[in-house]
């Protein structure tokens, strides 16, 4: 099992450029999301996804759109990127709902944006 | 709104002893879940404990123990005999029942370094 699996691992984009982060996971999770983490401000949702067909917004989803592709693959895209979008993202999956369920994170897509 | 708060940026600490990070919370909700989790320098984020709010008992994990006080909103984690494996950054987080799927919100962190 890879676990959960992200391309790339690192970006550079200049302002305005678009593109899209590949998140996929191989442990037949139902759920699926999306952080970023700053410095001094740990992990943020920007999307989720609870189950295959669904998605939702997290605590900072603007300059952001996701597709659950399928049950497996759920990506993120910059549609406009701005030097306030440079972070690391993580995407981390769930077997599903109840609080027992533990969140497996993926290694990180470090991303600069010029 | 719940804030999780990380007062330690960074703490070192000699192989084989034992250090402490704090964790405070704030919330209304009188049940909930805590969680620590481990980012070593490879960025893979490791769960390592968590603990319900409504158990008394504290949670352990071999070398790792939470010593969580409900009234003051405190959720310590104790690594114990530290090993040069344990350098990482540790995040608090925190999620509501009502959150079941699964929304975690996480301190800022605190990066432990074990030096030999």
């Known amino acids: 099992n890879a676990g959960v699996t992200q391309t790339p691992k690192f970006q550079v984009l200049k302002t305005g450029q678009s593109m899209t982060l590949q998140c996929a996971q191989d442990m037949n999770h139902n759920s699926m999301y999306w952080y970023r983490q700053d410095p001094g401000m740990g992990l943020r949702l920007i999307y989720y996804?609870?189950?295959?067909?669904?998605?939702d917004k997290g605590e900072v989803p603007n300059g952001y759109n996701v597709s659950r592709l399928n049950k497996r693959e759920f990506s993120l895209r910059l549609e406009s990127a701005a030097p306030s979008q440079t972070s690391v993202y993580f995407c981390a999956s769930r077997e599903g709902l109840g609080i027992y369920n533990e969140q497996f994170f993926g290694p990180g897509t470090r991303l600069t944006v010029l | 709104a719940q804030t999780v708060t990380q007062s330690q940026p960074e703490m070192s600490v000699q192989e084989a002893e034992t250090v402490t990070l704090s964790c405070t919370y704030d919330t209304s909700e009188n049940n909930y879940y805590l969680f620590w989790y481990k980012q070593p320098p490879s960025r893979q984020m490791i769960l390592v404990i968590r603990?319900?709010?409504?158990?008394?008992q504290n949670a352990t994990e071999n070398r790792f123990s939470v010593n969580f006080q409900k009234a003051a909103k405190s959720f310590s984690l104790k690594i114990s005999d530290s090993q040069l494996g344990d350098t990482a950054m540790y995040f608090c987080?925190?999620?509501?029942?009502?959150?079941?799927?699964?929304?975690?919100?996480f301190g800022a962190g605190t990066q432990v370094v074990v030096t030999p």
């Open positions: 603990q319900e709010a409504y158990k008394q």
């Open positions: 987080a925190f999620m509501k029942p009502t959150d079941s799927w699964g929304k975690l919100q």
């Open positions: 996804s609870a189950s295959e067909g669904t998605t």
